[in-house]
């Protein structure tokens, strides 16, 4: 049985707290509901004490100590809002703000501009609040406000530095940093290595890469952490850069690798704009972090049924696809019939499948590929299979030729188009919900974005499929109905990580397709990594 932690007793604003040994006076206040500002700290680095806005007053101290570095320990004394404090506090923001575009922040219609701009106007250059990408979440912000700042006795400096937009992923504005450090220390921290550092000294110190190399060049994984820590906007995800905090997210499990990584996506207006690991103390992969949401918003997704008339694949409503499909499968029932998925399938999924498969078709032929090492499958269709549905580019079209009847479920178009007589669109990643089995570990899938169009989740459709065929026990209303007769627990979350995926310590490990898609294609930024 572990020991006990030793519990100690401090007084902090004349309120008489406890503290586990080991927590600093910063941690003990938040913890207890005690407001004291700070800047350069987060809960995924270690103290750094150099932004000097935690100060406090401690009996028996000289000074006033960084309370984001300083333990509590028995009987402290602890004063975090006096007038000195105030006062020193104000003066290291003013200084702070002295080189940042601070002139919203101090101006006599920001309340009135707040009521009637509320998000930001989208500019090539931030010069203030109005213009900033990260106006809604913004921790300068925040503070300026919770100190009462309302003039600065500096004329700010703009440095005129080139925004820099050429990194995948990334967009770099250093007129915007505070140089706090959070965004050097987090690489190092989860990274054991200085993608980016301090650069050039006195007032002329920037956040930068040795020798002006670009991010791709120092060897940055895009992880996306210094982004996340990032307090000011100066480190912008370029994709989400304008939907601030979103209107909305949900928690799921990342299925583009077999790491199972628990994100956040972040939607507004029903898309997906951005993700984020939910435990952002261990860095996720290039795609779990910057993949999802671009993938999900290609213009290209399918997003209405198509059915083959003559040469063209046309689009109709879902009640024509499906009946076409009842009306040309029936004649294939039996081992002339293969349905071909996916592993990284929904376990619901794949229980409407093999019950479609079996039940409905007659076929022993429900063919399940698990995709390798890049995400890539390849799969043969058995002897004697004339009529095929593949849930995405699994086979070949050279291993098509004896086909009579191909369908496609996918979410892109692809090659095979061309012999597809219907094409139904499919709802993927985050647009699901359900359970995927990983390592022997059932995860939760739940659905964060709605899919574009017409496009519903893969079970749905083939349920359909077996309805028009006449079949019973497909009139499942959710996707937990299909886990209840499948028997499914409910899957979890794997937040709690002990290392980082291999494909967030080197991007070259990532899958390089999902669905028999190249992400490359669908994913811009991944083409220049």
């Not at 003559?310 to 409503?317: A, K, N, Q």
């Not at 032929?365 to 890049?374: F, G």
């Not at 007589?421 to 985050?430: D, G, M, R, T």
Request: charged content about 25%; glycine content about 10%; proline content about 6%.
């Amino acid at each position: 049985m572990e020991a006990s932690v030793r519990q100690l007793t401090l007084t902090i604003n004349g309120r008489q707290i406890t503290a586990p040994a080991g927590e600093t006076v910063l941690q003990t206040a938040l913890r207890h509901g005690i407001s004291i500002p700070h800047l350069c700290t987060h809960p995924n680095l270690p103290p750094f004490g150099a932004c000097r806005m935690c100060i406090v007053e401690i009996d028996g101290l000289r000074g006033y100590p960084a309370s984001c570095s300083t333990p509590a320990t028995e009987g402290m004394v602890v004063r975090t809002d006096t007038p000195t404090l105030q006062n020193l506090r104000r003066s290291v923001l003013e200084l702070i703000l002295a080189e940042h575009p601070s002139a919203c922040l101090v101006c006599d219609k920001r309340e009135l501009c707040e009521k009637y701009r509320p998000k930001p106007d989208k500019a090539g250059r931030t010069t203030g609040c109005n213009t900033c990408n990260n106006k809604q979440v913004c921790e300068i912000r925040d503070l300026s406000e919770s100190i009462g700042l309302t003039s600065l006795p500096y004329v700010p400096f703009y440095r005129h530095l080139p925004v820099q937009r050429s990194e995948p992923f990334i967009r770099r504005d250093l007129n915007l940093c505070i140089l706090c450090g959070r965004c050097v220390r987090i690489c190092k921290h989860q990274h054991g290595l200085a993608t980016i550092d301090y650069v050039a000294r006195g007032s002329r110190t920037y956040v930068g890469t040795a020798f002006g190399r670009s991010l791709r060049e120092a060897g940055c994984t895009f992880c996306g952490s210094c982004v996340d820590v990032c307090p000011t906007g100066s480190l912008a995800e370029r994709y989400a850069k304008w939907y601030g905090g979103g209107e909305g997210s949900s928690e799921t499990t990342c299925i583009l690798c077999d790491a199972g990584c628990a994100i956040r996506v972040v939607r507004d207006k029903d898309r997906a704009v951005t993700a984020r690991a939910i435990n952002e103390g261990v860095p996720i992969c290039v795609l779990g972090r910057f993949g999802i949401p671009p993938f999900l918003g290609g213009k290209d997704r399918l997003r209405v049924p198509r059915v083959r008339y003559g040469l063209v694949l046309r689009e109709v409503g879902w009640e024509t696809a499906i009946a076409r499909a009842r009306e040309r499968l029936q004649t294939f029932t039996g081992d002339s019939f293969a349905l071909v998925c996916e592993t990284t399938a929904s376990l619901e999924d794949r229980h409407v499948f093999g019950r479609f498969t079996g039940e409905v078709m007659k076929s022993s032929h429900l063919i399940e590929v698990t995709p390798d090492a890049c995400g890539k499958s390849r799969a043969d269709l058995p002897a004697g299979v004339k009529a095929a549905w593949l849930m995405g580019k699994f086979v070949e079209a050279g291993k098509l030729a004896g086909i009579e009847l191909l369908i496609l479920q996918d979410c892109y178009p692809g090659p095979l188009d061309g012999l597809a007589e219907i094409s139904f669109p499919a709802a993927v990643l985050a647009e699901i919900d359900g359970t995927v089995s990983q390592n022997g570990d059932f995860l939760a899938l739940r659905r964060a974005c709605l899919p574009p169009g017409f496009a519903r989740p893969d079970w749905s459709i083939v349920a359909d499929v077996a309805r028009a065929l006449g079949a019973t026990g497909f009139t499942y209303k959710s996707t937990q109905a299909v886990a209840t007769e499948a028997g499914l627990q409910p899957g979890r979350l794997r937040v709690e990580r002990g290392e980082a995926p291999p494909a967030a310590m080197d991007p070259r490990k990532r899958w390089t397709h999902f669905r028999g898609h190249n992400l490359e294609e669908k994913v811009i930024g991944l083409t220049l990594l």
